[in-house]
């Protein structure tokens, strides 16, 4: 973490980047110093609700400038990446909270996948794949031109993400406990992993906020999978497919197939199964053979903070 502050005259700068399990906000400097990190819980309005957004936000952006001794008239630029944003609705509803809070900033509301797609390549052409809570495929050509695929919600979309992966365990297990489907490790340490006593409790649970529970799964099966349940590596696998499957879309409405374009992977499934993550390299090498498979260069938040610092020159917020 970047010690050096610049001087108050210059202004400061947070970029939020907003999900359906955690929200990440920095703060940085005119020169891009990013100063101050923080992590609060979920803030996609659509599923958390705008009152939980807001209030997670605002938490965020709190202990960054806590740390840094600042005042929110001090913020100059908000950049914020949230999922949901994609409707203009939502986009505005979170634009008046944040120019509301930081009445001296110019404020910028956008998609958690396009933060995340400047956090990848920068101004240039390629394609990201995010899988949180969520899935989807973003990409842009050198013309500018974009294609999207998945990230439409987890009732009939989102294929492949931590959700639905924990939403499928949790099918296997009732399928092996009522013999309609092969043992798994899965059934003995599913409740115990959820700190949970019984079934009863779980599915209470699963009722009152699904988010907050089906998530929670996927580093098990990750787990469980890199040790060899078999359950776990064919959910992992079929998981895989769907999301090579959403590449794929973005690649032919872009015509990438034969170019060798960065793909980069984000999201908090990357990184935490071996397993998981050979199955996905080895379906994105299937639909774009010449591409290369990086990792993401930098945070999405610390992108979203680039952007802000250039909004707020740009307005003369500077």
Not at 105 to 123: H, K, N
Not at 141 to 158: V, Y
Request: hydrophobic share 45%; glycine share 12%; charged share 25%.
């Amino acid at each position: 973490m970047a010690e050096k502050k610049a001087h108050a005259s210059e202004g400061y700068f947070l970029g939020f980047d907003g999900g359906g399990t955690k929200t990440d906000c920095v703060l940085a400097n005119a020169e891009g110093e990013m100063l101050e990190r923080a992590t609060a819980g979920p803030s996609n309005p659509l599923r958390a609700g705008y009152a939980k957004a807001w209030f997670t936000m605002s938490d965020a952006a709190d202990l960054v400038l806590e740390r840094a001794k600042l005042k929110s008239i001090d913020i100059r630029g908000v950049c914020a990446g949230i999922g949901g944003a994609g409707r203009d609705s939502v986009a505005r509803r979170m634009a008046t909270f944040l120019e509301k809070s930081f009445p001296n900033a110019a404020v910028s509301v956008t998609t958690d996948l396009a933060i995340t797609l400047t956090a990848g390549v920068g101004e240039g052409e390629g394609v990201i794949l995010v899988v949180g809570t969520g899935s989807a495929a973003l990409g842009r050509d050198a013309k500018g031109k974009l294609a999207r695929a998945g990230g439409r919600g987890p009732w009939f979309s989102d294929e492949g993400s931590a959700f639905d992966i924990g939403r499928l365990a949790v099918a296997a297990v009732v399928r092996a406990d009522e013999k309609r489907g092969p043992k798994t490790e899965l059934s003995e340490q599913l409740l115990k992993w959820l700190g949970m006593k019984d079934w009863t409790r779980m599915m209470d649970w699963v009722i009152k906020n699904p988010d907050d529970v089906f998530p929670r799964i996927f580093p098990l099966v990750g787990e469980l999978a890199d040790k060899g349940d078999a359950v776990s590596r064919e959910l992992l696998n079929n998981a895989a497919c769907s999301l090579g499957a959403l590449v794929k879309s973005v690649v032919t409405q872009l015509k990438f197939e034969e170019r060798a374009i960065p793909i980069a992977k984000a999201g908090g499934t990357t990184g935490r199964s071996k397993f998981f993550d050979a199955a996905i390299d080895s379906e994105l090498h299937k639909v774009a053979p010449h591409a290369q498979i990086i990792p993401l260069p930098m945070k999405p938040a610390e992108a979203a903070a680039r952007m802000a610092i250039k909004l707020g020159k740009r307005k003369g917020h500077g």
